[in-house]
């Protein structure tokens, strides 16, 4: 079969030369061939000159580069990527921690392969696909999986029924595509957490807050703790070891029963934890207890720039009602999970808040994503997790 070529714009390869791994569709000048979805292609300067290979899809993002090298993607290919991104968290200390056993074995462009994104979980991979291109390829991508880390992965369950561009058309369906097992227990950082990724958000599990929740439990001994939007109760299980009340609250039903179920994991005596199904605002409207430690870890607000605003106002209000509502001396753990709002975005909104509190505010700690979700440099966007910790006199 014929490469598909695709030539660029004059002055369009520069983002291309500093290694960026996406190109926009107003970044093309000609394709040659007729590429469908998913489609291997090589990208072209208006010289002529050999620049990179990714998967084509047909929207603002046309390509996504997997290599800037002149290679064929086969699965010899795919294969040497993963086993440099299981390389890279076995010389990190992440595989073979005896109390880790969850943790990210693929974080898209940050590992460069972007579209592509597994969960471990205790011997289970749960693989989300964002793109046609590896959709096609994920029996291949489980055999890779199974056969480099032979001895950990026994399944591999693909949950891509959502993040497959929708209009391309696919049906993808969740399931398991080697393997089977049922929900399991995992451990991070010693505490235990029940897996459910057939009905949990994202791959089932908030693996990116791991250091943070960490952090948190250095500041939680003997405080009154809520922890809103808690999820699973990630940030609660840490509080608990040590603080004097925590309250985890969640609008959604499933998301409480196993944060429930997490703490009973974890402490045979939890009469110090209560759990509240409500909306966030209605609940810090309303509020009945003082808390001297607040977690705010909502969803994105915003999953693109035109709803960037609308996002920045929601972190201002919802940081607002924290500040004005936190005992003196309190603790605010903020977070901001969208990828389209920056670091500096997010700080301002925070700010916002605070001066429309006038209350004092110092950042004790600016947060980040663990190194399992590594930063690609070239690539400023895969730095989509931010937070700051406030101390509020
Ligand atoms: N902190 C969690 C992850 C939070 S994910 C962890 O460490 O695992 C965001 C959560 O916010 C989801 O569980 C979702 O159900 C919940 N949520 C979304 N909108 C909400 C709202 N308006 N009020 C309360 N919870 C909400």
Known sequence: MDQIKIVLKSGKEQSILRYHPWIFSGAIKKIHGDPQEGDIVYIYDNNDNYLAVGHYQPSSIAVRILSFENVIPDVAFFKEKIKRAIEYRTKTGIIGNPDLNVFRLVHGEGDG?????????????????????????????????????????????????????????????????????????????????????????????????????????????????????????????????????????????????????NIKLNYRDNSRHQSFQVDAFEYLNNIK?????????????????????????????????????????????????????????????????????????????QMSQPLDHPINIYHPESEYLKGLVIYVE
């Open 113 to 261: 392969l972007p579209g592509l994104i597994v969960d471990f979980y205790n011997g289970v991979a749960v693989i989300q696909i964002h793109s046609v291109g590896f959709y096609r390829i994920r029996h291949d991508i489980a055999a890779i999986l199974i056969e480099l880390m032979k001895d950990k992965i026994f399944a591999v369950f693909d949950k891509s029924e959502s993040t497959i561009p929708y209009m391309s058309g696919i049906k993808a369906k969740n399931e398991f595509i080697s393997g089977y097992s049922d929900p399991l227990v995992v451990t991070e950082n010693g505490y235990k957490f029940k897996i459910d990724w057939t009905t949990g958000q994202k791959t089932g599990f908030f693996i990116d807050q791991r250091e943070n929740r960490k952090l948190l439990q250095s500041f939680s001994e003997g405080k009154k703790v809520l922890n809103m939007f808690g999820y699973t109760g990630g940030f609660s299980v840490y509080a608990m070891e040590n603080a004097s009340m925590v309250h985890t609250v969640d609008s959604s039903s499933s998301a409480i029963e196993l944060a429930d179920e």
């Open 289 to 365: 207890d003082k808390y001297d430690l607040i977690v705010l870890d909502p969803p994105a607000f915003a999953k693109h720039n035109r709803s960037l605003d609308n996002a920045l106002q929601g972190y201002k209000r919802l940081n607002m009602k924290a500040i004005e509502q936190i005992l003196p001396g309190g603790i605010i753990f903020t977070f901001s999970c969208s990828q389209v709002v920056t670091k500096e975005n997010f700080r301002k909104s925070v700010f916002a808040a605070a001066a429309n509190t006038g209350r004092s505010v110092r950042v004790l700690y």
